[in-house]
């Protein structure tokens, strides 16, 4: 006699299958995101070390200094000399040799290289910003998973295989929230230093813009 499986049975395995076959690459991203956060907070550490604070005060002198030059030469020796980071000096000076253009042209180049800076800004937050929003999903997956069998396994009375759910359920939750607490503050920290970063860009590639539209 042939056994017929209800639909509703059916789908609900199928289910099952799909939510227990998933267990293993929610773990394994896990770990990856464990490790990934860890590296981080060691690169975090090295960019501090390593960074150039640039006051207000700097920015202020350097605007002053671009505005007064008698001869549109010397703003790329200004900005040479300039304590400001090398990315900056870059687009600033590529802008300063740009004075054969005309008008349009010069301040669409400006336009061009500073968006050039922000894209590369962006796909160094990106990864920060994606362990900060996946890390807690994957750790309530990891949460919910194994549950169910543990549940199941509670009914018939074993509460060992129910107390292996449970350590999985609340390490994966640990790992999960812990990588995505750490990817945000790191996001955080280093969106601030980036944000400073393009107001100070901005703010002399339009010193040197109006410098040459003089």
Same mark, same amino acid.
């Given at each position: 006699?042939?056994?017929?499986?209800?639909?509703?049975?059916?789908?609900?395995?199928?289910?099952?299958?799909?939510?227990?076959?998933?267990?293993?690459?929610?773990?394994?991203?896990?770990?990856?995101?464990?490790?990934?956060?860890?590296?981080?907070?060691?690169?975090?550490?090295?960019?501090?070390?390593?960074?150039?604070?640039?006051?207000?005060?700097?920015?202020?002198?350097?605007?002053?200094?671009?505005?007064?030059?008698?001869?549109? !030469?010397?703003?790329? /020796?200004?900005?040479? *000399? +300039?304590? $400001?980071?090398?990315?900056?000096?870059? %687009?600033?000076?590529?802008? @300063?040799?740009?004075?054969?253009?005309?008008?349009?042209?010069?301040?669409?180049?400006?336009?061009?290289?500073?968006?050039?800076?922000?894209?590369?800004?962006?796909?160094?937050?990106?990864?920060?910003?994606?362990?900060?929003?996946?890390?807690?999903?994957?750790?309530?997956?990891?949460?919910?998973?194994?549950?169910?069998?543990?549940?199941?396994?509670?009914? !018939?009375?074993?509460? /060992?295989?129910?107390? *292996? +759910?449970? $350590?999985?359920?609340?390490?994966?939750? %640990?790992?999960?929230?812990? @990588?995505?607490?750490?990817?945000?503050?790191?996001?955080?920290?280093?969106?601030?230093?980036?944000?400073?970063?393009?107001?100070?860009?901005?703010?002399?590639?339009?010193?040197?813009?109006?410098?040459?539209?003089?």
């Amino acid at each position: 006699m042939v056994t017929v499986i209800p639909g509703s049975d059916l789908l609900t395995s199928a289910l099952n299958v799909v939510s227990q076959s998933l267990q293993i690459p929610v773990i394994v991203f896990l770990l990856l995101f464990a490790l990934y956060a860890v590296i981080t907070v060691g690169s975090l550490i090295s960019e501090y070390s390593s960074r150039k604070k640039v006051p207000v005060r700097l920015i202020k002198d350097l605007i002053f200094s671009i505005s007064r030059t008698k001869d549109i !030469s010397e703003i790329e /020796t200004i900005v040479k *000399n +300039a304590q $400001i980071p090398k990315n900056q000096k870059r %687009v600033l000076v590529n802008i @300063a040799r740009s004075s054969e253009l005309k008008k349009d042209s010069r301040e669409a180049l400006a336009e061009k290289l500073i968006e050039n800076e922000e894209d590369i800004i962006e796909k160094k937050l990106q990864a920060t910003d994606i362990v900060t929003k996946i890390g807690p999903t994957l750790g309530l997956m990891g949460t919910l998973i194994p549950m169910g069998p543990g549940l199941a396994a509670l009914g !018939s009375g074993d509460v /060992t295989t129910l107390s *292996n +759910a449970i $350590i999985v359920a609340f390490d994966t939750t %640990v790992v999960g929230i812990g @990588a995505g607490a750490v990817a945000y503050v790191v996001s955080k920290i280093r969106r601030r230093w980036y944000e400073q970063y393009l107001s100070n860009l901005d703010a002399l590639s339009k010193a040197v813009l109006d410098r040459l539209n003089e």
